[in-house]
């Protein structure tokens, strides 16, 4: 990050007292990492991750995980300890995420996976895990397929074009008996009061955050992207979920002979625009008393 872009947002920071946790969420490619690691620098602080795809051992470079030169830099927990085939949900990330809030030196908790920030400060009901034949049978559905078999005061709460939150809800139902939404009225108090943190929350304006996507995934490839799902590529399966992080089904169509460089590049990057757009509806809606950091100041 250049040096006038550093002032500028740190300038638009609040006060942040010694131990309190701080929060940063933002969509993909917005500048949230190096926030936290300007914070961790000058304020003191364990940089924890809180973005679904970035928990994987598989995916540094096409995550946007932080390099090893930014971890040396200050200490980083829960990046890159989950193997690609291993079960991870929000329940799990919340588990691993409690002990740390306790711990010295201070949290700084940054993703961009909403649902992360929300179970954590809003609290998570107790849903039980899906069982696997019932996950199977949702891998198997299309979209509308599984939204016919949600209760409908359940999607009215729901992003019905996001595939996760929608066969999230349709396994609830159908491995409880139980509509989510039922689950969620039962949701205990949140384990991080957020009034005792210090909740940021990045504003990117919708060109500018494009135009860095649109060079971020050009960088990546120049990075060792395609290295790095070549080297999956044995182990490759698409109904994974570390293997639908954005850019993988794409550079693997393309080391497949399916479609070219270009294609692929492409396809990752409006993908990645279309996730950016849902990150930002998600924090407009959930996030609104949050401090709001000016990206592009």
């Known amino acids: 990050m250049a040096d006038t872009t550093t002032t500028r947002l740190w300038e638009q920071l609040p006060p942040i007292p010694d ?3 701080v929060l940063i969420a ?7 990492s190096a926030l936290a690691l300007l914070i961790a620098e000058r304020c003191g602080g364990v940089i924890v991750n809180a973005d679904a795809s970035q928990v994987y051992d598989c995916w540094r470079v096409i ?9 040396a830099r200050a200490p980083h927990r829960l990046y890159g300890h989950i193997t690609y085939d291993q079960s991870y949900s929000t329940g799990h990330w919340l588990r691993e995420v409690t ?7 201070r949290p700084i908790i940054v993703g ?3 649902l992360y920030f929300t179970a954590l400060t809003e609290g998570m009901a107790d849903i039980p895990a899906t069982p696997p034949d019932v996950r199977a049978r949702a891998d198997a559905l299309s979209l509308p397929q599984m939204l ?13 074009q996001n595939r996760a939150r929608v066969q999230r809800a349709w396994e609830v139902e159908h491995a409880t008996g139980r509509a989510l939404v039922d689950w969620q009225a039962e949701t205990p108090a949140p384990i ?3 009034a005792t943190t210090v909740p940021l929350v990045f504003n990117a304006p919708k060109d500018w955050l494009l135009d860095r996507i649109n060079r971020r995934f050009d960088q990546m490839l120049q990075q060792g992207a395609l290295d790095e799902v070549a080297a999956m590529r044995d182990r490759y399966d698409p109904s994974l979920p570390a293997c639908k992080a954005i850019g993988v089904p794409e550079l693997m169509a393309y080391l497949e002979g399916q479609m070219t460089l270009d294609e692929a590049r492409d396809r990752a990057t409006i993908a990645t625009r279309q996730f950016a757009k849902r990150q930002r509806t998600w924090f407009r809606a959930r996030m609104k008393s949050w401090q709001q950091i000016d990206a592009a100041s």
């Not at 002990?99 to 030196?105: A, G, M, N, V």
Request: net charge negative; no cysteine; proline share 11%.
């Open 19 to 21: 131990n309190a946790p």
């Open 26 to 32: 933002g969509p993909t490619a917005s500048g949230k």
């Open 63 to 71: 995550s946007a995980r932080p390099s090893a030169g930014e971890e």
């Open 99 to 105: 002990p740390l809030l306790t711990q010295s030196p």
């Open 112 to 114: 961009g996976t909403g």
């Open 148 to 160: 016919d078999g949600v209760d409908a005061r359940t999607l009215q709460g729901l992003d019905t």
């Open 192 to 194: 991080l009061d957020l």
